[in-house]
């Protein structure tokens, strides 16, 4: 089966289950699969997923913009580098998440986290590879509001939704 257009997908589906026709002819055509994105955006992304934990949508903008203006104006495992955590904390993140960035530029520079590998790595990887950063996954919202009270199982399943969101971002 080759199915390489959104219409060749969407005929696939509403043949083999009626009951997504009607839904295919509201919604539309599913997107176009997109490629993995390039290797120079993957890190800005997480910085940007980071950022973006446990904050409003207005927030997380506002001190998104301060990083990359700590940055010197784009965001790069050498510039976070360079900001360093407390330039990092001044632009409004919290100690975990400033701490995380700047983890996650040395593990990138070590090649502990290969991102330059992410495009061709199954989910699970990626969010092996991502986790492994102390500081990523602590302070995500499932971790939260899910109540993992002390279950270190629950923990643990937060850290892998965290990373798989952040694998989401990292692929968009």
Known sequence: MNLQSPQDVAAYIAKHDKAFKPIIALAGLPPQRRRASPVAERYPSLVRSI?????????????????????????????IMNAGTEKLRAAGLNRTKAQAMVLLAEDVLARRVRLHHHGRMSDEEIVRDVAAVRGIGLWTGPDVSHGHAGASRRVADGRLRCAKRLVTTART
Not at 51 to 57: E, F, I, K, S, Y
């Open 51 to 79: 950022t973006h934990q446990l904050l409003a949508t207005s927030a997380a903008a506002t001190i998104h913009g301060r990083v990359v203006d700590a940055c010197g104006g784009t965001v790069t495992v050498e510039s």
